[in-house]
């Protein structure tokens, strides 16, 4: 993203402070017939493939552009992909299928799938394949938020949750956190400007955004 933002306009001051460390965690897994399979990260998918489990062309549903360049990468029969996990939901519900779904998730979800597709009578069961350990944010990007305005991405409510907790002391000094959805909006606990994306993703409103 900060490659793609750059080609853009190669003037924007990028910095990258994770707050987030994956860790994949040991599991079972035994494959069953199962109508589709639904990832919601890319993270998963990795987890599945650093433990050497090969689902086969399978079905299955993502949530994002990278999660879906590598589902397909690792040879799935991709069959939709959504900006957003709540579309997910929407379109899941209209389908209404009739066997069991299976969801590969890290310890925090934005949205708990199993409960609202089952709330729509669809049954689906979940495995833990990845945990998000919290990480501080960096003593460089502390600096950079009490120098000047800086617009913030953040597009999971885990990250939503950290960076509010990090920064809770500053002032919002002109900052702008941009949201994936009302999902992490919803976790953000800071009196800053919020805006949410129109839809998927767009780096060209990023960086119109970053210029304003």
């Not at 729509?120 to 000047?148: D, N, R, T």
């Amino acid at each position: 993203m900060k490659s793609d933002l750059l080609s853009i306009n190669n003037n924007l001051d990028i910095l990258i402070s994770p707050l987030i460390e994956i860790q994949y965690t040991p599991y079972d897994f035994i494959q069953r017939d199962y109508s589709g399979y639904i990832f919601t990260s890319e993270n998963a998918i990795l987890s599945l493939l650093s433990s050497g489990i090969s689902l086969g062309n399978v079905d299955v549903f993502c949530v994002g552009k990278q999660t879906q360049k590598l589902a397909i990468k690792s040879g799935f029969n991709v069959l939709s992909t959504y900006p957003r996990v709540e579309l997910l939901v929407r379109d899941l519900g209209e389908l209404k299928f009739k066997d069991k779904l299976f969801y590969f998730r890290g310890d925090f979800v934005s949205c708990d799938l199993k409960t609202v597709l089952w709330k729509k009578e669809i049954l689906i069961e979940e495995l833990i394949v990845y945990k998000q350990l919290a990480s501080s944010l960096s003593k460089k990007a502390f600096g950079l938020l009490a120098s000047k305005p800086c617009l913030i991405p953040l597009f999971s409510a885990r990250t939503a949750k950290l960076f509010s907790r990090e920064v809770s002391t500053l002032s919002s000094n002109g900052h702008l956190i941009y949201c994936l959805s009302e999902n992490v909006k919803r976790e953000v606990e800071l009196d800053w400007d919020c805006e949410i994306a129109p839809g998927e993703t767009n780096l060209e409103h990023l960086a119109q955004l970053c210029r304003l």
